[in-house]
């Protein structure tokens, strides 16, 4: 069993799906926030490979992105000590959680889901499962009675649906779920795609020049930045509405370097681009150097596997119960 200090009483948890190696969005949005957040909440994270299957994949290389996203998580610093490391779909329960949620949930609730609106835009032939993800993210949280679901802004829609689901579920059947809060990352931290900065940076995109990935090599991670969209003023100032592009760039070197907006314009007044280029590429190069080396010691390596069989036992006891007492609840045989 986990041992958490005694200090600790508060709980989270998040998941990141294994649709592709995580950008440099994920790290600063995500992981490096949970990171932080070790210290002072019993915390569990997840590998949200259901999730990930809600839009087609190749069976190899989510097999693939799967276990590399576990060792990536270690390798940027998620401590198996202080985390519950595990793999969504090795715990059945969620599934059948979600099953029970859905019968719960109003269709119209989740029509209005931006996310759905967005990815099903793109693609006339999606499947069912796009549509009703909101519930099994429901599940993966509601499961283990956790107070605060770090996530980008992007997912805040999803944790009040969430929030939504299990008052509703509470006040039909009785006390069964923790409410949980909405944890959002700093509003600087949404990285944005290096070539389209209005864009956010994410694991699918088809554009690979504006995207930084973890596992990158680094000289391309160097051209990419070194390649990426500015404006024609030459002023490093923040502004995102005007100046996107550098604003992204600055956005970036705050969540690396810890230094505040201020001091990266003061460091770089009366400077050209070329030279705040630079810096921000030493920066990511020197912080995604480390998080590759420990990768590479980590990926192969059976202490990954007993992390993983430790946990699975963990999780699957409490969702089951959470299960078994949604079963008697709703007036299910049991
Ligand atoms: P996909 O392209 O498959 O939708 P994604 O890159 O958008 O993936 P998710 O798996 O949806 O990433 O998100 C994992 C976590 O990373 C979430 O908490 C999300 O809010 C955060 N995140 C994703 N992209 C960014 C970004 N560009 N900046 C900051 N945080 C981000
Ligand atoms: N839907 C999220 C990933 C995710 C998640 C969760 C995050 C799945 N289940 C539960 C927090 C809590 C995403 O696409 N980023």
Redesign the pocket.
Known sequence: MKEFSSTVTKSIL????P??V?????Y????KQMVRMQEEFKSTIFI?DM??IT?PQDPNVLHENIRSLVALYIACGIDPEKNIIFIQSENEYHANISWLLECNTPFGELSRMT?FKD?SSKNVNFYAGLFTYPVLMAADILAYDVDYV??????KQHVELARNIAERFNKKFGETFKIPDVYI?KEG?????LVTPDK??????DNPKGVIRILDDIEDIRKKIMGATTDSECVVCFDPENKPGISNLINICVAITGQSIDQIEEMFQGKNYGEFKKYVADVVVEEISGIQKRYREIINSSELDSILDENIKIVRDIARNKFMMMKEKMGLYK
Do not use: R, Y
Request: charged fraction near 15%.
């Open positions: 998040t998941g990141i799906q649709s592709g995580i950008t440099l969005g994920n600063i949005g995500a992981i949200a999730h990930a839009v996310q990815k770090p996530v980008g802004i992007d997912q990352t931290t949404k990285i944005m795609d956010k940076m994410s694991k699918s995109s």
